[in-house]
Structures are given as C-alpha cells and as structure tokens.
T-cell receptor, first 113, second 111 residues
Framework: DTEVTQTPKHLVMGMTNKKSLKCEQH?????MYWYKQKAKKPPELMFV???????INESVPSRFSPECPNSSLLNLHLHALQPEDSALYLC????????????FGQGTRLTVV | GESVGLHLPTLSVQEGDNSIINCAYS??????FIWYKQESGKGPQFIID?????DKRQGQRVTVLLNKTVKHLSLQIAATQPGDSAVYFC??????????FGTGTRLKVLA
C-alpha cells in the first residue's frame, strides 16, 4: 500500500462551522504533513508531525488545529474559517526527515462560504 | 491589471519533442531535490529525485540536472506525450522535514 488517503474529497463549510479533514497512510511513515495550496500556486507547508509529535508549525492561524492520534492518522480540525481559507488541503507522509520523497494524497478541496 | 502569481509560467511542446523545465532554488544548504508532477484536481506525484552529491540522474524518459554553482535544477522529458501535460514543481530539502516548493511550470503538450 503506497497511498495516502484523504477524506473528504470536497467540503463546503460556513464560517461558523466546525469540520475536520482526515488523512491516513499505512506505509509505516513516521513524518506526516499538512500543506495548503491555492489555485496556480505551489503547496505551502502548514504543519509537520514527526513520530506523532508536532515538529513544525509554519505560523498557521489557530483556527486550524492539527492532531496526530497515531502513526497512521493525521487530522486537521477547522473552526471559524474565512473565505480566503478556501483552498486544496494536501496531506503527505515520508519515512523520515529529508533525503526521501514525500508521498501526497489527492487533497481535500475546501470551500468556505 | 494582472496580479503577480496568478499565472503559471507555461511551456508548450509538440508531442514527441523533448521538454526542459527549469527551476531556481533558494537555499544553498539544500541537499535533496525532488520533481513532482501535479495533474488537475490531484495531489503532487513523485517523478524523480537527486541528491546534492550528484549532477545528473536519469529515470524512465526523465533526466534531472543539478547545477549547485548557480542553484539551478532542470527536468528533461524525452519524447513528450499528451499524458505529460500537468504542472511541474521542484521541491528542495535540507535534511529537515521542510520540503519547499518552487513556483511551478505548466507543461502543455500540443498534438
């Protein structure tokens, strides 16, 4: 299994809603990532978990709250988002830091109304 | 007028010709580089990687060249096919968990 699976594929939420994005991998990778991608732009790193601990937070607003319940799962909890938060949210995983590729999921297309 | 960043650089190539996509990276300490392909509505897909102790690496129909002197990376695709149409990103890493992506190039293959 060389897949990173993200659910849901599409999500529309209001600015007062609370929702969660989910990501799962069964490759035994110990690093998991959240990226945000706006149209026609490259993915931008948001968070990195290493061995289930938060390693990097790229100054992301607190309305985005990551969680890593175990080595296979990564969640992104969303609350009080703004329309400008609408984007493709990508999850990725890698075996370890650096010199190895990161495997990406297909993303969740989020629209905030 | 247009805002900076709303339009990706685009390379149009005739089917069967070779494509060369370029990338300038920012950090001279980066020691690992990856090329990703991203099709519309999908996540980035790994194509090929190269470490800083190499100048060239070849895969199936793809070659990556690394010039550390000028911090430049290129991806060469031989005999470009319609299925190669996508946005291509280079990404750099310096032994940490941070993969930093370049701005991307859209490749259009003309029939």
């Amino acid at each position: 299994d060389t897949e990173v699976t993200q659910t849901p594929k599409h999500l529309v939420m209001g600015m007062t809603n609370k929702k969660s994005l989910k990501c799962e991998q069964h490759m035994g990778h110990r690093a998991m990532y959240w990226y945000k991608q706006k149209a026609k732009k490259p993915p931008e790193l948001m968070f990195v978990y290493s061995y289930e601990k938060l390693s990097i937070n790229e100054s992301v607003p607190s309305r985005f709250s990551p969680e890593c319940p175990n080595s296979s799962l990564l969640n992104l909890h969303l609350h009080a988002l703004q329309p400008e938060d609408s984007a493709l949210y990508l999850c990725a995983s890698s075996p370890k830091a650096g010199d190895t590729e990161a495997f990406f999921g297909q993303g969740t297309r989020l629209t905030v109304v | 007028g247009e805002s900076v960043g709303l339009h990706l650089p685009t390379l149009s190539v005739q089917e069967g010709d070779n494509s060369i996509i370029n990338c300038a990276y920012s950090n001279s300490a980066s020691d690992y580089f990856i090329w990703y392909k991203q099709e519309s509505g999908k996540g980035p897909q790994f194509i090929i990687d190269i470490r800083s102790n190499m100048d060239k690496r070849q895969g199936q129909r793809v070659t990556v060249l690394l010039n550390k002197t000028v911090k430049h990376l290129s991806l060469q695709i031989a005999a470009t096919q319609p299925g190669d149409s996508a946005v291509y990103f280079c990404a750099e890493n310096k032994g940490t968990y941070k993969y930093i992506f370049g701005t991307g190039t859209r490749l259009k293959v003309l029939a």
